[in-house]
């Protein structure tokens, strides 16, 4: 029993997971030029959600990716200026396609 308890203590939530992986990209993370191509909002549950549309190309290849930037309250209220324009995407280099536009040690975007 007490070992199950130990177990749930130190299992992650998916917004922990998340964060982890955000930190993990931007230590180890290159960066690309990207382009912002959409800004969403969603509400789902009476929750809100904020998402950045970004594109970017390593080595050839472009890719297209979506990050919420919702646990990133400075990011999303001003993400939506950017659709359309020029930004920095740091992504992992072993994985490409693993990627993120910001996260909290960093943002790849500009002033607004």
């Known amino acids: 029993m007490a070992h199950a308890l130990f177990l749930r203590w130190r299992?992650?939530?998916?917004?922990?997971?998340?964060?982890?992986?955000?930190l993990d990209v931007n230590k180890y993370g290159r960066i690309s030029a990207g382009k912002v191509l959409d800004f969403l909002e969603a509400?789902?549950?009476?929750?809100?959600?904020?998402?950045?549309?970004?594109?970017?190309e390593v080595a050839g290849v472009t890719y297209e990716a979506a990050q919420e930037v919702s646990a990133l309250?400075?990011?999303?209220?001003?993400?939506?200026?950017?659709?359309?324009r020029t930004a920095s995407v740091k992504y992992d280099p072993k994985r490409p396609g693993n990627s993120i536009i910001a996260c909290e040690e960093w943002s790849g975007l500009g002033a607004a």
């Open 11 to 22: 299992r992650k939530t998916p917004a922990e997971l998340e964060k982890l992986r955000r």
């Open 43 to 56: 509400e789902k549950a009476g929750s809100k959600s904020t998402w950045v549309v970004y594109s970017y």
């Open 73 to 84: 309250p400075a990011i999303a209220a001003r993400a939506r200026v950017f659709s359309g």
